[in-house]
């Protein structure tokens, strides 16, 4: 893989684990969990692959290491463990320049919180926050009001961002394990969010509203050029459906939707790019 990969005792593997999930960042840890015949890689070998690409210990080497580096980029992406068996034939053993031979089994699971971006800091994202940090993810929150906007109202390690709707997305880092809930203070924010997050890679979007109020969002979009089949994509109204009213009943209806398109444990269908685990 050619990443700064370390050689280290297997403690050091998980202080640097440590060391990535206090500072925030995502990663994954790839682990031999088989191996027959005679591999480079052994049982419980284990490599971390930083979200930057960077790497720290080993599973022996060679092409092998290489596809595990590809997938566990896929893995952080999409926020899903990855199982794959690689075989190594005498010829391919010979070409990397390794007396060996034989199937090695690697498992590859994504670490650090996906994000939540949250738009709107009023009384839905105040009761959502702590829930979506509980069950967790991570929280960035997004207004252009800087007294809703104010980190007294959210969890303490949640990010809070004072920003206009129409250019705050170039400040973002928005991948397919993202997700974006639309929760803004009216009808032109929530459509403004929304015009820019269907052209984001997030693999989840939410919107607020009334089935009246989404149509005329929808209906303004395709005029823009937005397909129907990727409205179709968008989770509205927000939440699972469990008759809630009050800001601390929505939170925990989206707060369930996010765990459940986390888990892929949702309605064939209903979700936005959904997929299966590997």
Known sequence: AGNNAISSPMSDIYREISKLLA??????????????????????????????????????????????????????????????????????????????????????????????????AGHIARQLAPLVNLVGMKCVIIDDRPQFADSEHFPPDSQVLVAGFEDCFERLNISPASFIVIVTRGHKYDHLVLSEAIRTSAGYIGLIGSKPKIARIYKMLREEGISQESLDEIHAPIGLDIGSRTPEEIAVSIAAELVAHRRKAYLKGKGRRLGKAD
């Open 23 to 120: 500072e925030g960042q995502r990663g994954a840890l790839a682990t031999v969990i088989g191996a027959s015949g005679s591999t480079p890689g052994k049982e419980s070998a284990k490599m971390l692959i930083r979200e930057d690409g960077t790497i720290f210990g080993t599973i022996g080497g060679g092409c092998t290491e290489a596809d595990v580096w590809a997938l566990a980029r896929e893995a952080i992406e999409r926020d899903v463990p990855i199982r794959r068996d690689f075989e190594l034939t005498p010829k391919t053993a010979e070409e990397e320049g390794l007396a060996c031979g034989g199937i090695v089994e690697i498992f590859i699971e994504p670490l650090g919180r996906p994000v939540v971006h949250i738009f709107g």
